[in-house]
């Protein structure tokens, strides 16, 4: 035992031993470690509603109100027609060539108007044949209510029998309903005379308004029928650009509100619209409805049918002026 004392008196590596023995036997099998320091940088857990923080004021606006849409659509007018024959018949004239202007009511084509003339004039003489009977009839009226009168004072003074005054009474009713009667066809070939002459004013293709020829689909010794296509008759301006606004969008378009429009071939050329009406119906089968701008200051070059691009900003007025 002393020499054991002193061995472990004089040996720093025994003493060591000893004291990691002593230390693991106190111990026992516990397993303890410190825990882990927590990274640098990991994020906080989440609050105990789990929302995430508020944006910033810039940053709250959905992002549909800050959208812009770009829509094709394609310059119009509000008159543009297809002008129809209102009645059969060869072309006998073409008045009008492609970009010619026209006032309302100029004539673009004639049409083979002889029979209808024929008819007029026949009418027109019936006309005058019943105009005569009539005055033939008055005259006769007159003179059956004077005879009337005569046999009326022959019979109070006992001059002639009853059959004389009943034959007066009865010629002077006749000269009434004989009148009555030319009064009346009078009013019928009146109204044959006017049927004609519409007929004939029908024979002149005209313009319903003042426009440019854009196309001409007849020639001229074409026979025509009726409601065939004759011309297209166009106004130049001014002019209008259509297009569609979902019905789910944040907003609805303004009467006067400005749209930007543009040249689909050329966006540098750009033009101001003001938005003149509004569709209160929605398209049930793309959920839109129709709105309808004029253009403000446009030029001579543009022409209706040219294809165009409008941006339609959905964002509300008050929300687009505090977009940066």
Known sequence: MKLCGTWMANS???????TLLALTGCGGASDDRPAAPAAKGMSAPPNAGGRAPDSSPNNSFNASNTASREILGVLSVEHEVDVLAQRDGAVTAVNAEEGATLPKGGILAHLDDRTILAQLEKAKADLRVAESNVKYNEAELKASQARLRRAEEMQKAGLNSQAD??????????????LESWKAAVDKNKSEVRLLELEVD???IRAPFQGVVARRYIREGQNVLKDEKCFRLSQLGPLLVRFQVPEASARRPLMGERVHVAMANDAQRSFEARIRRVSPNVDAASGTYDVTAQLAGAGRDLRPGMAVRIEWSEAPRSIRSRIP
């Open 12 to 18: 720093p590596l025994a003493f060591t031993a000893a």
């Open 165 to 178: 005054l009943e034959e007066a009474e009865f010629k002077a009713k006749g000269s009434t309903f004989d």
């Open 202 to 204: 029908k024979t002149h």
